[in-house]
Structure formats: structure tokens, C-alpha cells
């Protein structure tokens, strides 16, 4: 789960809790392991973190740029008409 911190705090930064770091507001934290839930879940309580919203857009520029590289597209280009032949003139 993702988390965002409102305002900077102090916090541990590995498991033992033997060194401490500085956890800067607007940045994003991974309750990936259990130690980080705890020191998370002590960020909520004091109201220094929030849940950070996981919705997202459903495509980004860089998806639909891989699809046109690979010729994946939905509608074919449309066709152009041939212009008129011309009747080349002796002179």
C-alpha cells in the first residue's frame, strides 16, 4: 500500500530502529515490509501521513506511443484518391 506524507518527521530507517532519517512532506512510502507498516501506521496516528490514492489514468502517453510503434491501431488510416492523369501534349 502506498502512503504520502503531509509534513516532514523524523522516523526510523531500518528494521532495528537503530538509525533514524528524515521523512520529507509530499514523499511517497511503501508499507513493504513489516517494520514499515508499524512506523507508517505511527505516521497515521499522529496525522503526519495519509493513504495515497492508487487510481490512476487508464493510459498514458507512453502506452499508447508503444501501441502506434507496433502497428497496433484500432482504425486504419483513410485512403487518398489518386489525382487525375494528365495528357501529355506534343509542342
Excluded: C, N
Excluded at 520529507?24 to 507508517?40: M, N, Q
Excluded at 490514492?53 to 483513410?78: F, I, L
Amino acid at each position: 500500500m502506498l502512503y504520502k506524507m503531509l509534513t516532514t518527521a523524523q522516523g526510523a530507517s531500518d528494521k532495528h530502529g537503530t538509525s533514524t532519517r528524515t521523512y520529507e512532506a509530499g514523499e511517497t512510502l511503501v508499507a513493504d515490509a513489516p517494520w514499515k507498516e508499524s512506523l507508517i501506521k505511527a505516521f497515521l496516528d499522529a496525522g503526519l501521513a495519509e493513504q495515497a490514492q492508487t487510481t490512476g489514468p487508464t493510459e498514458t502517453k507512453a502506452q499508447a506511443s508503444a501501441e502506434e510503434a507496433t502497428g497496433a491501431e484500432t482504425t486504419p488510416a483513410p485512403k487518398r484518391k489518386a489525382a487525375p492523369r494528365r495528357k501529355k501534349t506534343e509542342g
